[in-house]
């Protein structure tokens, strides 16, 4: 085997290290077993053939990427569906695959099946009864049927009580009848829909004789099992190119009075008799089920995402020497420069951020789910307001913080053969699905709202909320950590009161509570926003000082000075908020720019080992940036020379149009 050549630099970064990179890299897998588990399968996921991209998929066109794209799910998912029948709970294989992002050295994009997984897969298990589930789950498990959820529809998306899609029941036949009756009652954007599905959980409103019944799921085949070919009745089709996701096949579906049988009907939380009586389910929002798993499993895919795009950036950095500060003296590495390493080190500390607060809420996760199988639902409104704060707040941060990985890796970081341009699109989808940011924010303010409300009444607050309890009187700033966490919940506090004051002073005027509910709107989701990083802060705060305790003090010190910088980071963020809200001085915040700057130093010799830690295999990180080698340039050139333009010297379009053109001949 040859051995590696290592960039210089970066063998000088990983020579000064003071805590120990594997470790660290096993407490981010929640555990060294996962780490070996992440590995192994890995390891045995990469090796095999086909499945890596000899011509980046960017160069593909339309239709091809996604004919590539399916040709290497297939060979992807036929391992991991191996893996899958060991006989491990839920639970155990989310901590399993806490970290696995092998997916992304398989598709710079997305994967055409990732919707079988992630809603498919746990609509049947969280909709169908025991009988519908242990047929549908186990063709669903081995791949005889391919499917996705189609809840969104051209006109609404947001609304789910707005859609249109009918299954009206017909006892004669015992069978629904599915019908799109507008345009916009077609389903629109479901991925995997287009051409890879034979199957779909189609959410729809169920009519039984002429009375609207709400939204509930049904199991639909779209086409021949054996042929592809849609069914007589279905409409189906692609959406067109997108921003990104163009491997992953979303589709459109209308129907012509398709009938499909009662049993069809996902009759866990409710159920359709073959009379028509309607046995209706304890909690309308039970049939919501599957996005509040999917918004739980995005807080743990954007930290991922960040601790991938920081791992290039970084890596990165070590190895660019640009400008000259210093005469005589060579160009520094950009990671030198405090403004790259505000860029970066935050970025790192936001990762770890959101790693722990998905671990605390996936245990939340499956606490919630135990209780709702014990037919307990108290506790379902807290997590739904708890997924409703993360999801847009971990998106939309690193939607932000990608983009600004790629601008600290300046002109090169616009490549697409860097992947953070994609890694860019992927975060982006994800402020918009599964709730858009705002909707989301807006319903997480009804609980804060409601939260505000049993504190006037005197009544104990529960969970997340307990801290609402406290007082709103002006609080004294104290710089240390744990009172910077703990200002934050009094900043979230006045948040929610004023919204709430606000939101009744326009009812006092006059309006009624909706028009008063948009007029505080900003106000609402600014308390959500507040409350959310609350959460993601004490959470974070809290569950490292409990998690660190069995480290070595070497790396707890490390992480905690990531604590201490993400925590100064958000409170430099919010000055404005502490300025009204709290007593702190102008000398204050100087100080707390001062001990932002004198952490930054304190990370930077650690900033290469904490991102060596995250340990992506160089496929996954996919990128001409961030190889463990640090080989930027040489990588950048090969990867220019995979452009179809770069096989031949001249292009056909001299002597079509060029050339004439400069004759004067065009
Ligand atoms: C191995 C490989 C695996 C690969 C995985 C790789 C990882 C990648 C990550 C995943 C990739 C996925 C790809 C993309 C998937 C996108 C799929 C979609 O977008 S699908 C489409 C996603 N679409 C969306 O997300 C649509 C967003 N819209 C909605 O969710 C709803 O319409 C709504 C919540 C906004 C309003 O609903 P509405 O019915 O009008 O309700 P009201 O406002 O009237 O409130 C009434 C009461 O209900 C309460 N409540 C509400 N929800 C819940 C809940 N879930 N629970 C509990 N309670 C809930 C609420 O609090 C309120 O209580 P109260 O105040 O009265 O006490
Ligand atoms: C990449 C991608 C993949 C997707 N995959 C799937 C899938 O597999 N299956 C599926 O069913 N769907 C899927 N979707 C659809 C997705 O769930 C919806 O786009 C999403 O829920 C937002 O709904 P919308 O498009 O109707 O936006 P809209 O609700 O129309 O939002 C437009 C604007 O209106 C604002 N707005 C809307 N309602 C309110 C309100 N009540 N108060 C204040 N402001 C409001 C929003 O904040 C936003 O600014 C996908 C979408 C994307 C982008």
Redesign the pocket.
Known sequence: MVAMKINEDLQKERSKYNFDVEELTNFLDWGPQYTLRRRNLEQKVLNVKGLLDDIPEEYLSHKEKYENAVRKAVLYYRILQKENHSNISDEEKTRANFRNMISSAVFRDNSPFS?HYS?FIPTIKGQATEEQKAYWLKRANNMEIIG??????L?????IRGLETQATYDPETEEFILYSPTLSSY???????AHTSNYCVV?ARLFIKGKSHGIHPFMVQLRDEETHMPLPGIKLGEIGA?L??NN?N?GFLGFENYRIPRDRMLMKNAQVLKDGTLIAATNSKLTYGTMVFVRVLIVNNMANLLAKAVTIAVRYSAVRRQSQPKPNEPEPQILDYITQQHKLFITIATSHAFYINAMWLWEIYFNVNKDLGAGKLENLPELHAIACCLKPISTSDTTVLIERCRLACGGHGYMLSSNLPQMYGLAT??C????????LL?QAARALVKAWSVRVEGKPLKGTMAYLAGTTAPKKWDSSVDSIVKIFQDVAIRKVSGAVETLKDYQKSGLSLEDAW?KA?VCLTAASEAHGRAILLSVYKSEMDKRTASLSSSLKKVLLQLVELYVIYWALEKVSDLLLYTSITEKDITELQRRYIGLMEKIRPNAVGLVDAFDFRDEILNSALGAYDGRAYERLMEEAMKSPLNVEPVNETFHKYLKPFMLGKL
């Open positions: 919707l809603m996705t959820y189609a809840q969104t529809e006109g609404h998306g947001t609304f389903k629109w954007w479901p991925g995997s829909l959410m997108k990104g996701f992953v979303n989808a994800a918009t699905y599964e709730g858009e940011n705002t909707v807006l948009n709107s």
